[in-house]
């Protein structure tokens, strides 16, 4: 989506620490991270909010978890956290669906 900075991040219009990426997701490192591990989980397909996904969505958001997984495995993570910010109100500050991988 145009003026989207995680578009602009899955299409390497824009720069970012990718740690990890399939054709449907892109794993990169949070610009201001909150703890010693903070990855994004980021899906290539522009969905503003968990509160505009569709039933169609629901396979996307299966792939997220399972991706951050995948990524929190390879980061020999014995536990960490998954987060989604919904909202404004909710703390999400970017317009673009992304899962929030932390571990301190
Ligand atoms: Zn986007």
Request: with cysteine; charged share 30%.
């Amino acid at each position: 989506m145009e003026g989207c900075l995680f578009c602009e991040i899955a299409e390497k219009k824009r720069p970012a620490e990718v740690v990890f990426e399939t054709d449907e997701v892109v794993i990169f490192k949070d610009a201001n991270p909150k703890a010693r591990v903070h990855l994004l989980v980021v899906p290539k397909k522009h969905i503003a909010s968990v509160k505009d996904a569709t039933d169609g969505d629901r396979a996307l958001f299966g792939g997220l978890i399972l991706a951050a997984r995948d990524a929190a495995a390879r980061e020999n993570l014995a536990g960490y956290k998954l987060l989604f910010n919904v909202g404004r109100d909710g703390g999400q500050v970017i317009d673009h669906v992304h899962l929030h991988l932390i571990a301190s």
